[in-house]
Nanobody, 124 residues
Framework: QVQLVESGGGLVQTGGSLRLSCAVS????????MGWFRQAPGKEREFVAT????????YYADAVKGRFTIYRDNDKNTVYLQMNSLKHKDSAVYYC?????????????????WGQGTQVTVSS
């Protein structure tokens, strides 16, 4: 059984920073790719960033490129999303997800395991 638990969300002012964490427990050895998605009220879940568990190569949505950084700590089985220069439109529930597939996975359907989500609110 694989579990993903996010933390680190909260309320921050425009221009501020937050770091989200996603702890992965269970059968972690088969993890290939991790991703972060977000969903704002009334909108579809959208891709934010993804990282190869093996190579640590990260890929980003255009909307967050240059502001967000995804990285992982293998020893802690944790993936992080460092968010800087936050904007009001970054407000959403952020979800981490795990996939057994390799590649640059931007579709939610490529991920089979999801965390419960953590709320990020950026005040304007």
């Amino acid at each position: 059984q694989v579990q993903l638990v996010e933390s680190g969300g909260g309320l921050v002012q425009t221009g501020g920073s937050l770091r989200l964490s996603c702890a992965v427990s269970g059968r972690t050895l088969s993890t290939v790719t991790m991703g972060w998605f977000r969903q704002a009220p009334g909108k579809e879940r959208e891709f934010v960033a993804t990282i190869s568990w093996l190579s640590a190569a990260g890929y980003y949505a255009d909307a967050v490129k240059g502001r967000f950084t995804i990285y992982r700590d293998n020893d802690k089985n944790t993936v992080y999303l460092q968010m800087n220069s936050l904007k009001h439109k970054d407000s959403a529930v952020y979800y981490c997800a795990r996939s057994l597939l390799s590649g640059v996975l931007r579709s939610a359907s490529d991920y089979g395991y999801w965390g419960q989500g953590t709320q990020v609110t950026v005040s304007s």
